[in-house]
């Protein structure tokens, strides 16, 4: 049946990235559907997001049903950094996706959590405000962005269910939760600074599924690793049992 991909950007870029573009192409050429959407974590948005990881869910699935409308009969998703971090968490929410792809996974609260104060203290405000009924409360708080330090505004829900290191956007505490039926493809660069922890926090932890496969990019970074593997994307996904 026909294969439909959802593919999200990273944070603080946009779906007209060269290695999207040209994973997008490839997958068109070879008969599948694809939609590269605009998420709210965009160049400009990620700053002052006002949706949860779940909201997102709730527009992936929206993406899904038009992909389904077009004929596709299976979903993977994927993406690129954040993208591809929410890739894994929403198939991990509604585990009825093909497979996931995950380029340059990115965005890391456990690590920030564990490396900057100034983080850890606005997380831990931002917690005993949501415990305290004071989700919706302004809030602003810090974020880091491949080492470029970020200032959200936002609200203490929606900070925290972002930066929780426990949370729906960390990826170690997701990826043991990814079901046993859905394989995942998750491509590094060597150069990517995530490349000394994403296969023993992130890969090994999800790819309970034999057809799961690690793609190490000799020399790529953390921005171009996706265009690097974009053919070997699109023959995987062309292969998922």
């Not at 564990?114 to 302004?138: M, T």
């Not at 505490?173 to 859905?182: G, V």
């Amino acid at each position: 049946g026909t294969t439909g991909i959802i593919l999200m950007h990273g944070k603080q870029s946009s779906p007209n990235t060269p290695g999207l573009r040209d994973i997008a192409s490839k997958a068109e050429a070879a008969g599948m559907k694809v939609v590269v959407p605009s998420m709210p974590w965009g160049t400009g948005a990620w700053e002052k997001i006002n949706v949860t990881p779940d909201q997102v869910f709730a527009m992936i699935d929206g993406y899904a049903n038009q992909l389904r409308a077009q004929g596709a009969q299976r979903i993977v998703v994927g993406g690129q950094s954040l993208g591809a971090n929410m890739a894994l968490a929403y198939a991990v929410s509604r585990k009825n996706v093909a497979g996931v792809v995950m380029a340059a996974p990115g965005h890391s609260p456990r690590g920030s959590y564990a490396n900057n104060p100034s983080i850890k203290e606005a997380l831990d405000r931002a917690v005993q405000l949501v415990r305290s009924g004071q989700a919706n409360q302004s809030f602003s708080g810090p974020d880091d962005n491949q080492g470029n330090s970020i200032r959200m505004s936002t609200t203490a829900g929606v900070y925290a269910s972002w930066l929780n290191p426990r949370g729906q956007a960390s990826m170690p505490a997701q990826a043991p939760l990814l079901p046993a039926n859905i394989p995942v493809m998750l491509i590094i660069g060597t150069k990517d600074p995530s490349f000394g922890l994403a296969e023993d926090s992130i890969y090994k932890p999800a790819a309970k599924n034999p057809y799961s496969r690690y793609l190490v990019i000799d020399g790529g970074d953390h921005r171009n690793t996706d265009q690097a593997a974009s053919q070997r994307i699109v023959d995987w996904i062309r292969g998922v049992p």
